[in-house]
């Protein structure tokens, strides 16, 4: 019940410090003088990503990487299975921002990637280079091609980032972020795997299914907020954008920053195939009508259920 509590209390610690440093880099980019475009599109990919970032950096220099491979490959499942599909149960998403077409078959290629660099049970120093250069290069294309979207995404993206508040208060917003962050995944480290052990699960399913759904539920309401504001585009570009930032950003640099990270043989033969899985279940929308309905948000949803039921019999993996 202890660990419980405290897991609970880094929870709304990560959501608050994600919150305000996202506000606070905006509002200084403003400031500054920062291309609006270029700002609100590497917000978008690691706004609901910088928690995740946080937390499993620190579990990889706590010698804690199952917990944290758990916990970026499980948000990829819940991005689509939760976020996007209860998004779109609230209100039908209309996607018009064309580059997500593309970015999703990046997704799928780096996913794909990341199974074939695990095969030989782990990934590299090497391959973490490959893929943190990856993404950097992604979110260089996509800055350089931003002249192809139409005048409404453009203005939507800039959105994202227009804040008003002056330069001290965006430090200030950042400085409590940095704490907040710091102390909450600090917290959910030390505490998850002990509350996960009174469950019965290994470090790996703790950061898989409570880690990933706890730190998925603060995107979760933003994300039904946005389709209720007819925001199609930022909830698809935030779980697409974040699911890059999980594959590329953060086991590259979880390999880097640990000289090499362990993929655990039933890790690689399930849970980065369901991540692959679910993101492959976006190509009939993002390359069809550009349209998520109610009807197949409940699909998606219907499908995280059975991954969860799946998980479940896995406790004693």
């Known amino acids: 019940m202890t660990a419980t509590l405290w897991f609970l209390l880094s929870l709304v610690l990560l959501a608050l410090g994600g919150d305000s440093i996202v506000k606070g880099i905006g509002g200084l980019g403003r400031r500054l003088g920062w291309p609006p475009f270029a700002t609100g599109l590497v917000l978008i990919a ?13 579990a990889v220099a706590a010698g804690q990487s199952a917990l944290a491979l758990g916990n970026a490959v499980g948000s ?21 921002w064309r580059a997500l077409s593309p970015l999703l078959m990046v ?12 095969l030989d049970g782990q990934l590299s120093v090497i391959d973490g280079a490959i893929l943190v250069i990856g993404f950097i290069a992604v979110m260089a294309w996509r800055i350089v091609r931003c ?8 203005a939507e993206i800039e959105g994202f980032t227009a804040r008003v508040d002056s330069m001290g208060a965006s430090v200030l917003r950042i400085a409590v972020a940095a704490v907040a962050l710091g102390i909450g995944a ?23 299914l409570p880690v990933a759904i706890g730190t998925a539920l603060p995107e979760l309401a933003g994300g039904i907020g946005a389709a209720r ?11 697409i954008g974040s699911s890059l930032v999980n594959i590329l950003l953060v086991l590259g640099g979880m390999a880097l920053i640990g000289h090499g990270v362990a ?20 190509l009939p929308v ?16 219907i499908a995280l259920l059975l991954w969860l039921a799946f998980e479940a019999l896995q406790l004693h993996r």
């Open 286 to 301: 993002l390359r069809g009508d550009m349209r998520v309905s109610r009807n197949e948000g409940v699909v998606l949803f």
């Open 186 to 208: 600090w917290l959910l480290v030390r505490h998850a795997p002990a509350m996960g052990r009174s469950l019965g699960f290994s470090p790996l399913l703790t950061g898989l």
């Open 46 to 58: 690691l706004a609901t990503s910088i928690p995740e970032l946080v937390v499993n950096f620190h």
């Open 107 to 118: 997704l799928l290629a780096s996913t794909l990637l990341v199974i074939l660099m695990s």
């Open 229 to 239: 504001r007819g925001q199609g585009d930022l909830v698809a570009g935030h779980v």
């Open 147 to 154: 002249d192809e979207e139409s005048p409404e995404v453009r």
């Open 76 to 96: 990829n499942v819940l991005n689509v299975g939760l976020t996007l599909a209860l998004a779109a149960v609230a209100a039908p998403l209309v996607v018009r």
């Open 263 to 282: 993929m655990p043989g039933s890790f690689v033969r399930y849970e980065l195939p369901a991540a692959l899985a679910f993101a492959v279940m976006l």
